[in-house]
């Protein structure tokens, strides 16, 4: 073992659910500096989601959510939310811990959880948290309780349009804003990359769409008709509304004013630089307006948004050519820093045949450019155009609009390969344009001689087919020999391709006809001049050209300001950060249809062909999208958001950590139903799965705490529960036994019938395993009381009825197959290993086992395969609450065990400022009172309340706060403390529940007493409650402040006391459970008293002898006495009991009593491991027969190696009768492992086991399955029909009726087994000496079933072992480990501390009745005898108020509580405003 | 690639609008798929039942013929058919002992054993919902139960259909039709058609149910891709159940406007009448 010297104080909990936080406590209670990581943005796991819990039918977040705000507040642990487990290296005492932490985009200092930011979001969610019933933004806390108590970005990576377009346009943003009619919002996001909203509305080759993810479900959204929407939209509101930008000095040329070269004008415009554009040209826009007809893009649309740019304060200059009235030098000279050139590709190419410059052959471009200026164009009837790319369209179509009869496309591929859009190609097919196919031009032939001159007449053509593909992937045409054929033309367009036009550009380096420019930079062969759009890359995108222009702004910019050209740049975003597919059950949906004038119309004229789509149409197709980068980085949340915590730049980072241990908690995944379709999970909207129910059954839960169905949200009636969906389930690889379905459908049909009175609930089971402490009466009560109906029968399928929406179940039964008719149908889904179990596991360095979950100590289930990593909860297997919690303490004192040497070196402690003496001054009271963002300012009227505040008597300074728990308010509300001397604060805010903590360490820190604050809670029970009524809602506010402010006035210091500690131990009882919580506390560093009442140590694990999963009990039980006795820090009293004891936490003196001597030790805390007995069986002929024996003396007998030939075994023997009502737990589990070990020693023995429900719950499935496998018999039995029973002398008769058969099955076996149950020892002495509960089955109690199950309600005293209840060895060690650890956290203390809101005494009026007395349930009142008053233990006082309630005279009275504040409270609320509303 | 179609026995007799119906749709989507020259019988009525080997035998005869003409795919419209096809192939591909069997029984060496598939999932996978839906002149505006019975999907591991208790094959290409199709539990029941001569009060029985769920969810008419769930559902329905039911290829031939479509729906048991009516009315209106 490694010296203490390198040891680190400090531990890693991963994962924040009530595992983690149970650990994470009890070490940082210990002395121990925990860092709690989890992968969600806050701690609270599973348990956060759960309604009720069984069998105490608690509040499951009313229970939990005190250990939140422990966890959250405590000064030594260290939340890390968003984080993964990395690796772990090093060793025991000192590991380097790498997590990664993921951007959460939200600062947690800043944020103060008002929630304008979700407000706000546009992005729907599926709410994980909900089991998908509900919904969630993007920006969200996953619960109102949630700690760290702030809200979470959920980002995705960069959805595929955005990613798609060249220009990096947020397609998702703006699709999602204007999804919520946020026009104006959403033409602001177009506008940060694009300066052509309209026209890339209606014009775009829109690569968006192609990449958009919902295209794999039904069609991509029609991303370019909504853009065309917004921008129209928008301008018929007035247009866009740009912010002028502060100016820079530098002038910049642009040279070109097409889309690339507008476009980057206007990005370096944004940016305040002054740019001028020349434009060759008559006028402004390039293609867009000399290439596009404008029956696809009217001219006033360009127009606009030039003019936009214009008035940016872009001056473009037109009629300027470059070569010809200026060059690049001549602008240097001008003053301008930098140039771009973007001049576009205007001259059409050729296709190099004869007669190509016969009259009649004409460019493209060149009849579109001039088409569009105005110009007169001749053409003849018969017009041909060759090319299938866009601008063959436009030439095609404007043909038509000029009048020609008869245009047709000659292509030479096929109209798969035409690049035209298809959209284009059907349009322009409704105009009667004709496409010849496969065809390539071969000549032009003339009028005149030989073809070669005149006029064009007729073209010459040869028919193709297609081979390989080229390099553009597309398939190459070839031309088919002797196909030649003639086309009879007036006039032939080319529009196969264009290119740039090469004079005037001789200062730049050119390439191929282009200029040459560094691809990412655009940067050219001269410093300060870049280039961009058709001039460089060749013809392209319009798109493109925009983009080329944007990169050219920010290249620009960059050297403008001496910057690196290229950090951080790419021309594309990679492939990992582009979000990837979501499978999300979305409805398939029809995508919008852009309607288009009829094609008779639109032959006639030029006016724009296709039509907006109109708001409703556009708003249901923007709802199409998948959303999927999760946030779309709109930035709504930015502009809202109060106290400005908002980082969407926020990146991922890695956190280094060196911790001693690990403890891994990260939880569990649940299956997923649909994997059973026969089930109709996802399919049949009331096919729902357990988890579903429970947040359905929650009143903070999706449906506010109503059970309706999904699909027509109405009460059920019949609710059928079906368990094992995907448990116990070979088909499905989940083998084993989850453990917690059966009492968690149990509990949920019982609190259905609570919501829903009269509701019927029916469970289909295979077994119910109703085996932890008090289940098997919850059972009882749920079917006796409740009257929940259990059939024991396996669902094989679940039809919806329509239009009803039920549910027909079929299954089958011990009296054949039956259907049957529900309402809504749960299915209790099994536990999985968590989700990255694989990763934590490798990233840990730990092994996992056949089902995935980690390989643990058969002896110990905390210890995983490597030294100093231990795990917990869930993570290792399915479990409940009380078994977690139990692991989580177990798992912290292995790893405070480790690190005894080391403790309190890495703890903080927080100093404060001395108190100010207040007692004796007036009160002088500050009221500050809280907008909550708008969550208060904008029902209540505020500064009403201040000035409200100010006439209060006793108040001396008021003021209010946008968030008054922001840090800088906290600032200043220290600072007015100062300023005007204010002795008492009241905060009018949210909650104490979550900010009286915050607020009460203010005081401290300024110097003030914690306890002279007062929060009066106008959100919860003001603003939020009566958010539809601001006046009342005002009034009332102000009342709660007069109240709070009377109180406050009478408000006096409170102080907490301290009590020395007994730094010892004692433990009860010397079985594995109190010798392993003796070994632990002396490990841990503390001395141990261990008394045992037998003469030797070893209790009833000495009765072990065989295996059930590779462990050896004889060994282990030795080696664990060995330990003992050779430690020097444990001092054992055998053949000793307890005789009495006095005292209490930190301090008891106990007399210990044996046959030789009594003496009296003096010790700080007490483990209660006192055990158990087998019980005695009264039936089956027990104690008549020598063939009729118990399971435990099966296993002597097996031991010694006498194994019989046939056996028949008993289950449930004096458990789950009236005498014993609950479950022994442990026999179902001995008799398949005696059963098991006949079988594997005489494979030919016969072994029979009746039983009632067999409860190898877990991974003890697998041992029940293969006991089936290896041939043992299992026959069910009910209990008013038991097998009966008699003995002979060579063996034991059966007979029974056996259900399964429906026959009567008669036996004859050498030895009857009897599984008797558990009974418990003789505990009343001990109870009474301690003063400790028993149950009514003679077992202690613990002082809360689900999250204390191994303290009592008295400090001080803990609780193992079977002592507790029956359980199985493993189970025991991990108590007696949770037990050590919970004793540490009060002997690793210096002295005690009380609480200091408190009972005290008014002695004088006090008339020691004792009543006080026996209502408390913390010992902490008793009777001061000498001076005949009562008394306060003021270290054992929780400030429950019991005694309080319960004293007759008023002499006990509770601090911080003064029945003259109540009084005074009360005062105010009925002198004032809010009777004069109600009376209203 | 080269695909052969095995139409099976029921595409010759009792189902030939089945069988007239895939070929109009086949030449509508210029594909050339010929018979498999000299096919047999694929085994599923009593062979499989009485005789293992006999049933791998006989569907593996088919596979040799087709393997012989140089099919890489064969598509086989039944859903008995392809069951004992896709079985018998997914055997021969894995276990020695079965191809020898087969090899030896039909004195052939497969060079290799050709794909089987059915033909929704060919129609489904090869020529896309998509290109469908280009195609379709009278969209369907009915509201469909679409059916696959028990063969087409299960057992999932000879079949390889990813999600045999939720298959979506026959929606995608009837909402590509301009159908929209209801939602109903019961399109993976089997309809019992091996034993509706045998049993057949049983089978009724099994039929009842399934047509009772398709009326009760609103469905104008259900849609199968098997000769034996068609006439099954159509003859074991109880006489007050009046909803057709069609091949899926005839429904393509409606809306693709394909010839024939009357002569084919004329030899159905059901009268189809109604839905035509409902469909020329919904075009009217």
């Known amino acids: 073992m490694m010296d203490s010297a390198r040891k680190s104080g400090a531990v890693l909990v991963l994962g924040g659910g009530i595992s983690g936080m149970q650990s994470a406590l009890d070490l940082a209670e210990a002395g121990l500096r925990v860092y709690l990581a989890d992968s969600a943005p806050a701690i609270g796991g599973t348990m956060a989601r759960l309604d009720k819990t069984f069998p105490t039918n608690d509040c499951a977040m009313c229970i939990m959510s005190p250990k939140l705000v422990d966890t959250g507040r405590h000064l030594n642990v260290e939340i890390i939310p968003g984080a993964t487990l990395l690796s772990v290296e090093g060793e025991p005492g000192a590991f380097s811990v790498r997590l990664s932490k993921k951007a959460r985009y939200v600062d947690l200092k800043k944020c103060t959880s008002c929630g304008d930011c979700a407000r706000a979001c546009p992005i729907d969610r599926s709410s994980e948290f909900d089991g998908a019933l509900g919904t969630r933004k993007a920006i969200y806390k996953m619960y109102p309780q949630a700690t760290p108590n702030a809200y979470a970005v959920e980002k995705r990576g960069i959805p595929p349009c955005r990613a798609a377009c060249p220009a990096g346009v947020n397609a998702q943003a703006y699709v999602a804003l204007l999804a919520q009619g946020k026009y104006r919002e959403a033409l602001d996001v177009i506008y940060r990359d694009l300066p052509f909203p309209s026209v890339c509305g209606r014009v775009c080759q829109h690569p968006c769409e192609a990449a958009c993810h919902r295209g794999r479900l039904d069609a991509p959204v029609s ?78 649309v360009v127009q606009k948004e030039i003019d936009v740019i214009r008035s940016l304060g872009v001056d473009i200059r037109t009629g300027q050519a470059l070569g010809k009235d200026f060059s690049i030098k001549s602008l240097f000279e001008k003053g301008f820093s930098a140039v771009y050139v973007a001049v576009g590709a205007h001259r059409g190419r050729r296709l190099g045949v004869p007669g190509e410059d016969l009259p009649g052959v004409i460019d493209g471009v060149e009849f579109l450019r001039k088409v569009s200026l105005g110009q007169t164009v001749t053409l003849g009837a018969r017009v041909a155009v060759v090319g299938g790319g866009n601008t063959a369209m436009d030439a095609a179509r404007t043909a038509v609009r000029l009048g020609a009869s008869e245009v047709t496309v000659v292509y030479r591929r096929t109209e798969q390969e035409i690049t035209a859009l298809p959209e284009e190609i059907e349009q322009a097919k409704e105009e009667g344009v004709r496409f010849l196919m496969l065809t390539s031009p071969q000549a032009f032939l003339g009028t005149g001689k030989l073809g070669a001159s005149g006029r064009l007449a007729r073209m010459e053509c040869l028919r193709n087919e297609l081979g390989e593909p080229d390099a553009s992937g597309r398939r190459r045409p070839v031309p088919v020999k002797g196909s030649e054929f003639y086309l009879d033309v007036d006039t032939v367009i080319l529009a196969v391709g264009q290119a740039t036009d090469t004079k005037g550009l001789d200062e730049l380096r050119l390439s191929g006809g282009t200029i040459a420019a560094d691809p990412l930079t655009l940067e050219t062969s001269i410093p300060g001049v870049f280039a961009g759009g058709d001039a460089v890359s060749g013809p392209g995108l319009l798109i493109q050209a925009v983009a080329a222009g944007k990169r050219a702004a920010e290249s620009i910019v960059r050297f403008l300001d001496g910057e690196d050209l290229r950090e951080g740049r790419t021309l594309r975003v990679p492939e990992e950060e582009i979000a990837p597919y979501e499978a999300l059950s979305a409805t398939k949906k029809k995508r919008a249809k852009v309607m288009c004038r009829p094609a008779g119309d639109r032959r006639q004229d030029f006016k724009e062909v296709e039509f907006a789509l109109d708001d409703a149409t556009a708003r249901e197709e923007a709802s199409r999208c998948l959303a999927c980068g999760a946030c779309c980085e709109c930035l709504e949340c930015e502009k809202v958001c109060g106290p400005g915590a908002i980082d969407h730049r926020m990146t991922d980072e890695v956190v280094e950590l060196t911790v001693g241990s690990v403890i891994l908690s990260p939880g569990f995944s649940l299956f997923d139903a649909a994997k059973k379709g026969e089930y109709g999970f996802g399919q049949v909207p009331n096919v729902i799965s357990s988890i579903q129910f429970e947040r359905m059954l929650s009143a903070s839960g999706p449906y506010q705490g109503h059970v309706v169905r999904p699909s027509d949200h109405k009460e059920p009636k019949r609710i059928a529960f079906i368990q094992c969906v995907g448990s116990r389930d070979c088909a499905h690889a989940s083998d084993y036994c989850s453990a917690v379905c059966c009492m968690h459908a149990t509990k949920e049909a019982v609190i259905a019938k609570e919501h829903l009175p009269g509701v019927e609930t029916t469970i289909f089971y295979m077994d119910v395993r109703a085996f932890g402490k008090d289940f098997e009466r919850y059972y009882e009560r749920a079917k006796e009381e409740y009257g929940v109906r259990y059939v024991r029968a396996m669902v094989s399928s679940v039809k919806e009825v329509n239009p009803s929406g039920n549910l027909r179940l079929r299954y089958h039964t011990e009296s054949g197959f039956r259907t049957e008719e529900f309402d809504l149908v749960v299915l209790s889904v099994g536990f999985l290993p968590a989700a990255d179990a694989q990763q934590v596991a490798s990233s840990a360095g730990i092994l996992l086992d056949e089902h995935g979950f980690p390989v643990t100590d058969p002896l110990l289930p905390v210890a995983s395969s490597r030294p100093g990593v231990f795990v917990s909860g869930a993570f290792s297997g399915p479990k409940d609450i009380p078994e977690t919690v139990t692991e989580a303490s177990a798992a912290a004192a292995c790893a405070s065990e480790l690190l005894s040497g080391v403790r309190h070196t890495l703890t903080r402690v927080k100093r404060y400022p001395s108190e100010r003496e207040v007692r004796g001054q007036e009160p002088r009271v500050g009221v500050f009172v809280c907008h909550c963002g708008r969550n208060i300012g904008s029902v209540v009227n505020v500064p009403e309340v201040v000035a409200h505040a100010c006439a209060i008597p006793g108040v001396v300074h008021a003021d209010e706060f946008l968030y008054a728990c922001a840090q800088d308010s906290i600032e200043k509300i220290k600072e007015r403390i100062k300023e005007y001397g204010l002795n008492r604060v009241v905060v009018a805010s949210c909650t104490p529940r979550t900010h009286e903590a915050l607020f009460r360490d203010t005081l401290r820190e300024a110097g003030l007493n914690m306890f002279l604050f007062e929060l009066a809670s106008i959100r919860e029970h003001s603003s939020w409650v009566h958010r539809d009524y601001p006046v009342e809602a005002t009034a009332k506010a102000k009342t709660l402040v007069s109240m709070a402010v009377a109180k406050a006035r009478l408000l006096e210091p409170l102080y907490t006391v301290f009590s020395e500690i007994e730094h010892t131990a004692l433990v009860v009882g010397g079985g594995i459970t ?66 009495d004891s006095v005292g209490y936490k930190g301090n008891y003196k106990t007399t210990l009593r044996s046959v030789h001597e009594t003496l009296e030790v003096r010790h700080g805390a007490v483990v209660i491991a006192t055990g158990a007995t087998e019980m005695t069986p009264k039936e089956y002929g027990y104690g008549e027969s020598d063939r009729v024996i118990t399971q435990r003396e099966l296993e002597e007998m097996l031991a010694k190696g006498f194994v019989p030939q046939s056996v028949a075994m008993i289950q449930c023997v004096g458990s789950r009768d009236d005498d014993h009502p609950y479950c022994s737990r442990i026999c179902c589990t001995n008799a398949v492992k005696n059963a098991l070990y006949i079988k594997s020693k005489r494979p030919d023995a016969k072994v029979y086991v009746f039983y009632r429900d067999m409860r190898t719950y877990g991974f003890r499935e697998k041992y029940y399955r293969q006991a089936r496998e290896a041939g043992v018999l299992f026959i069910r039995y009910d209990p008013d029909e038991k097998p009966r029973v008699s003995p002979r002398d060579d063996g034991v008769v059966l007979t029974a009726q056996d259900p399964a058969i429906g026959r009567e099955v008669r036996l004859s076996v050498e030895y009857l087994v009897l599984s008797t149950g558990v009974a418990a020892g003789a505990n009343e002495h001990l109870a009474r000496v301690f003063k400790l509960p028993l149950n009514q089955d003679g077992f202690f109690s613990e002082a809360h079933m689900k999250l204390r199950p191994v303290d009592f309600a008295a400090d001080g005293i803990y609780l193992a072992g079977l002592a507790h209840s029956p359980k199985l060895a493993p189970e025991s060690v991990a108590q007696a480990k949770a037990a050590a650890i919970r004793a540490v956290t009060l002997l690793s203390k210096d002295r005690i501390e009380s609480e200091a809101t408190i009972a005290a005494v008014r002695e004088r009026i006090c008339s020691a009745c004792g009543v006080c007395v026996s209502a408390c349930p913390y010992e902490a009142r008793c009777i001061d005898e000498e001076r005949n008053v009562a008394a306060v233990r003021e270290v054992l006082c929780q400030g429950c108020g019991a005694c309080v309630a319960a004293c007759p005279n008023g002499a006990s009275v509770q601090r911080g509580f003064d029945k003259s504040q109540i009084m005074a409270m009360l005062d105010e609320a009925l002198s004032d405003g809010i009777t004069e509303v109600i009376r209203e | ?167 979506r094959m026959m929606e995608d290409i009837m909402e590509a039709l301009g159908a929209s199709c209801v939602r109903w539990s019961y399109r993976t029941e089997c309809c019992g058609a091996n034993l509706s001569l045998t049993s057949s009060r049983l089978v009724v029985a099994m039929v009842k149910p399934i047509v009772a769920a398709a009326i009760d969810a609103g469905a104008d008419a259900i849609v199968t891709a098997c000769p034996l769930c068609q006439a099954n559902l159509e003859m074991r329905r109880s006489s007050s159940q009046r909803i057709p039911v069609f091949y899926f290829t005839e429904l393509m031939g409606v809306a693709l406007g394909l010839h024939g479509t009357r002569r084919w729906l004329a030899r159905h048991l059901v009268s189809t009448k109604m839905v035509f009516e409902k469909l020329k009315a919904g075009v009217e209106a």
């Open chain 1, 223 to 300: 991303i370019m008709a909504l853009k065309r929407t917004i921008a129209d939209t928008v301008w018929l509101e007035g247009g866009p509304q740009l912010v002028a930008p502060t100016p820079r000095p530098e002038k910049v040329a642009v040279v070109g004013a097409g889309p690339a070269g507008l476009s980057c004008a206007y990005h370096l415009a944004r940016k305040g630089i002054s740019v001028t554009v020349f434009e060759k040209l008559p006028v402004p826009g390039g293609m867009m307006v000399v290439g596009i007809p404008s029956y696809r893009l009217p001219r006033d």
């Open chain 1, 1074 to 1139: 109190g010798m392993t919580a003796a070994l632990s506390l002396a490990r841990q560093g503390f001395s141990v008293h261990l008394v045992e009442k037998e003469a030797e140590l070893g209790g009833n694990y000495r009765h072990v002898k065989i295996a059930l999963s590779g462990e050896n009990p004889g060994a282990y039980l030795e080696e664990l006495i060995g330990a003992v006795m050779s430690c020097p820090d444990i001092r054992v009293y055998t053949s000793t009991e307890v005789a």
């Open chain 2, 1 to 167: 690639m080269n695909v052969k179609y095995y139409p099976g026995c029921s595409l010759h007799s009792t189902a030939k609008e089945y069988d007239e119906s895939t070929k109009a749709v086949f030449s509508a989507f210029e594909l050339d798929i010929p018979e498999v020259s000299d096919w047999n019988c694929c085994g599923a009525t009593s062979a499989h039942s009485t005789n293992g080997q006999l049933g791998i035998a006989l569907a593996a005869r088919n596979l040799a013929q087709a393997d012989a003409e140089g099919a890489d795919l064969v598509v086989a419209p039944c859903a008995a058919c392809y069951s004992r096809l896709k079985k018998a192939a997914h055997h021969i591909r894995r276990r020695d002992s079965i191809r020898q069997m087969s090899e030896h029984a039909l004195d052939y060496r497969f060079s290799r054993v050709p794909e089987v598939e059915n033909l929704l999932e060919f129609m489904h996978r090869r020529i896309t919902a998509a290109a469908i839906e280009r195609k379709v002149k009278q969209p369907l505006k009915l509201k469909l139960a679409c059916y696959y019975g028990c063969l087409l999907l299960r057992p999932a591991e000879v079949t390889g259909v990813a999600d045999p208790e939720n298959p």
